[in-house]
T-cell receptor
Framework: SQTIHQWPATLVQPVGSPLSLECTVE??????LYWYRQAAGRGLQLLFY??????ISSEVPQNLSASRPQDRQFILSSKKLLLSDSGFYLC??????????FGPGTRLTVT | KNEVEQSPQNLTAQEGEFITINCSYS?????LHWLQQHPGGGIVSLFM?????KKHGRLIATINIQEKHSSLHITASHPRDSAVYIC????????????WGAGTKLIIKP
């Protein structure tokens, strides 16, 4: 069966520090991968999606970036965090149907 | 105006009450999803609909494609149903991208 992992589960980082959040999927190959963010009191917003290794599409221009170095690995990064980057980050994968499967999420607090 | 609108934003009800949460959308969709998010943050997919009605236990989801509207119903509500319920749509002709509603925070009091 398929499993999606995200880490860390929670993270507290100072403003200006770098960020790396990792998402990996098991049990499937060539998945579509997605990063979403939920800011406090707001709905989830698509940040990036990837349909294959090295293929990243950005939905929202900001100081975040994403990379897909391997088929089932999706990484969200920042060189310098802003206070406004605080939120709940959710990774998801899709198998080419309309269903998406979600990871446990990472709660990021930028102080 | 958001492409996916949910109502109400907040809902408090007594245990046993029949609950309805509404979702309207303004884009062409391939599917509509209802999801549940508990206080810890984890999201669970409840339903995926492209037409008609689906039922799972005490949960019922309906969709009217012509009216671009969906409802999530909870019968015989229970305090453990307390959560945020989120409507999301898969945009037609996209790479299965989801557009999310803001969520409805439901509290069921014993």
């Amino acid at each position: 069966s398929q499993t999606i992992h995200q880490w860390p589960a929670t993270l507290v980082q100072p403003v200006g520090s770098p960020l790396s959040l990792e998402c990996t999927v098991e049990g499937t190959s060539n998945p579509n991968l997605y990063w979403y963010r939920q800011a406090a009191g707001r709905g989830l917003q698509l940040l990036f999606y990837s349909v294959g290794i090295g293929q990243i599409s950005s939905e929202v221009p900001q100081n975040l970036s994403a990379s897909r170095p391997q088929d089932r690995q999706f990484i969200l990064s920042s060189k310098k965090l802003l206070l406004s980057d605080s939120g709940f980050y959710l990774c998801a994968w899709g198998d080419g149907s309309y269903e998406q499967y979600f990871g446990p999420g990472t709660r990021l607090t930028v102080t | 105006k958001n492409e996916v609108e949910q109502s109400p934003q907040n809902l408090t009800a007594q245990e046993g009450e029949f609950i309805t949460i509404n979702c309207s959308y303004s884009v062409g969709i391939s599917a509509l999803h209802w999801l549940q998010q508990h206080p810890g943050g984890g999201i669970v997919s409840l339903f995926m609909l492209s037409s008609g009605k689906k039922k799972h236990g005490r949960l019922i989801a309906t969709i009217n494609i012509q009216e671009k509207h969906s409802s999530l119903h909870i019968t015989a509500s229970h305090p453990r149903d307390s959560a945020v319920y989120i409507c999301a749509v898969t945009v037609m002709d996209s790479n299965y991208q989801l557009i999310w509603g803001a969520g409805t925070k439901l509290i069921i009091k014993p």
